[in-house]
T-cell receptor, first 109, second 113 residues
Framework: SQQGEEDPQALSIQEGENATMNCSYK?????LQWYRQNSGRGLVHLIL?????REKHSGRLRVTLDTSKKSSSLLITASRAADTASYFC?????????FGAGTRLFVKA | DAGVTQSPTHLIKTRGQQVTLRCSPK?????VSWYQQALGQGPQFIFQ???????QRGNFPDRFSGHQFPNYSSELNVNALLLGDSALYLC????????????FGSGTQLSVL
């Protein structure tokens, strides 16, 4: 079963535009993470935000967390063609990390 | 500093066969988690090994089993393969009792014919 649900499922934008992906989850969490996956390869950890944090930045990434709405968003600013990938939110479930179905981002050059 | 390595990268099997996938964790990591990822889906948790014990298991049948060795490397075994077992199998390593940031290998693409 999946804890997180990403929205939209797919997103196509022009290079230089901002990309926003949303994630909703069902149960209380200690932290929420975002991962990136290129072309069916391994996932790469992007950022972790804890349940007592509301916003976090890392380079061109901005993550927000609203625990009252059980939702998070990932903003990629000034997107590049190299940002084309699938993005997954992930929540903690005991010892395991639970992934959503992902948002497929396509950035056109 | 080697990252997470998985072998083989690709594998083709027929229904009913058995398969073993291998994973070496990132240097310094002691926890290994295995995931199954079907095409177009998110990774599904199979199980996690810590201190050579299966610490948590996902919703997968007993045909899926694993092992962790004293050097922290791990194997995933799948018996009586079904067509639906065709997927990308990902190994992820982390350090310590509390699992937060996962480091993934490039995966093993298993095709069952």
């Amino acid at each position: 079963s999946q804890q997180g649900e990403e929205d939209p499922q797919a997103l196509s934008i022009q290079e230089g535009e901002n990309a926003t992906m949303n994630c909703s989850y069902k149960t209380s969490i200690n932290n929420l993470q975002w991962y990136r996956q290129n072309s069916g390869r391994g996932l790469v950890h992007l950022i972790l935000i804890r349940s007592n944090e509301r916003e976090k930045h890392s380079g061109r990434l901005r993550v927000t967390l609203d625990t009252s709405k059980k939702s998070s968003s990932l903003l990629i600013t000034a997107s590049r063609a190299a940002d084309t990938a699938s993005y997954f939110c992930a929540t903690d479930g005991g010892f395991k990390t639970i992934f959503g179905a992902g948002t497929r981002l396509f950035v056109k050059a | 500093d080697a990252g997470v390595t998985q072998s083989p990268t690709h594998l083709i099997k027929t229904r009913g066969q058995q398969v073993t996938l291998r994973c070496s964790p990132k240097s310094g990591h002691d926890t290994v988690s295995w995931y199954q990822q079907a095409l177009g889906q998110g990774p599904q948790f199979i199980f996690q090994y810590y201190e050579e014990e299966e610490r948590q298991r996902g919703n997968f049948p007993d045909r899926f089993s694993g092992h962790q060795f004293p050097n922290y490397s791990s194997e995933l075994n799948v018996n009586a393969l079904l067509l639906g077992d065709s997927a990308l199998y990902l190994c992820a390593s982390s350090f310590g009792r509390v699992v937060e940031k996962l480091f993934f290998g490039s995966g093993t693409q298993l095709s069952v014919l």
